[in-house]
């Protein structure tokens, strides 16, 4: 089993920052994708940015420029690194992974980071 820790979510005024963190621990050979995703009240959970193992990068429309994603293998940790925050980046961020344990390959979720945006 593998499991999905993340940090890092809080208060925060408009036009800060925050950074997130998420830890995989568990049964790991390899991580493939590690993504971000986000769920506002009311909204449905939507992709905020992704890094494959390769380190190649994709983000929400809204977060580029403000938003950057990156791993630590050694750590099997992904950050996420926002600034300029505004008050509709509030949401519930998520964290996601693709591992492999040696004999499967799946998909794994955290349990949410809270990030209110507001003065």
């Known amino acids: 089993q593998v499991q999905l820790v993340e940090s890092g979510g809080g208060l925060v005024q408009p036009g800060g920052s925050l950074r997130l963190s998420c830890t995989a621990s568990g049964i790991i050979f390899r991580i493939y994708a590690m993504r971000w995703y986000r769920q506002a009240p009311g909204k449905q959970r939507e992709l905020v940015a992704a890094?494959?193992?390769?380190?190649?990068?994709n983000y929400v429309d809204s977060g580029k420029g403000r938003f950057t994603i990156s791993r630590d293998n050694a750590k099997n940790t992904v950050y996420l690194q926002m600034n300029s925050l505004k008050p509709e980046d509030a949401a519930v961020y998520y964290c996601?992974?693709?591992?492999?344990?040696?004999?499967?390959?799946?998909?794994?979720w955290g349990q949410g980071t809270q990030v209110t945006v507001s003065s």
């Open positions: 890094v494959t193992d390769g380190d190649s990068t």
């Open positions: 996601n992974a693709d591992v492999w344990n040696g004999v499967t390959r799946n998909g794994y």
